[in-house]
């Protein structure tokens, strides 16, 4: 078991990723609601008739029900790889955790003015409040998990009750 710590650590530090060199002492990740589990899911991962162009399109992640200003907290520790504008999300953050896995949060109001590309993001930390920014029908928090670069349903990697 040491052995495979050890040289986990060693490839990390190769790829100089500072998540993937945090992760290699604390084991994998493990994903938190990112409303504080009051969150109510408007739409799932898949397939569905997009709200707004009414056609057929892949859904890659899962809308949240929210009200204007809720507070969205990272999911799971990691490094914004992006916190910014994005055309049809609005307000857009994503984190890159390790383990090959990057959490997307979209149509935030606001993005917590302490964040910029590379910052440092822990577990539970604000990223912003919830809004309606870009392509939506209303207030949501669109909520993505992805891992290697493809998109999974995040209701398999969040808590239960």
């Known amino acids: 078991m040491k052995t495979v710590?050890?040289?986990?650590?060693?490839l990390s530090l190769l790829s100089f990723d500072p998540a993937v060199v945090e992760s290699a002492n604390n084991g994998s990740v493990?994903?938190?609601?990112?409303?504080?589990?009051?969150?109510?899911v408007l739409s799932n991962f898949g397939m569905r008739t997009h709200p707004i162009l009414r056609t057929q399109k892949m859904h890659k992640?899962?809308?949240?029900?929210?009200s204007e200003g809720d507070k969205v907290y990272a999911s799971e520790k990691g490094i914004v790889l992006f916190a910014g504008e994005k055309?049809?999300?609005g307000n857009f953050?994503?984190?890159?955790?390790s383990d090959g896995f990057v959490t997307r949060y979209a149509h935030l109001g606001?993005?917590?003015?302490?964040?910029?590309?590379?910052?440092k993001v822990e577990k539970g930390q604000l990223l912003g409040l919830a809004g309606k920014s870009g392509q939506t029908?209303?207030?949501?928090?669109?909520?993505?998990?992805?891992?290697?670069?493809?998109p999974q349903d995040p209701l398999k990697y969040l808590p239960h009750d």
Do not use: C, Q, W, Y
């Open 93 to 97: 953050i994503m984190v890159k955790h």
């Open 5 to 10: 710590a050890i040289l986990t650590l060693l």
């Open 137 to 150: 029908t209303g207030p949501v928090l669109h909520f993505e998990i992805l891992l290697d670069g493809e």
């Open 30 to 40: 493990s994903f938190i609601n990112p409303l504080n589990d009051k969150a109510v």
């Open 110 to 119: 606001r993005i917590d003015k302490e964040l910029s590309n590379g910052s």
């Open 87 to 89: 055309e049809k999300f």
């Open 61 to 66: 992640g899962i809308d949240f029900k929210v």
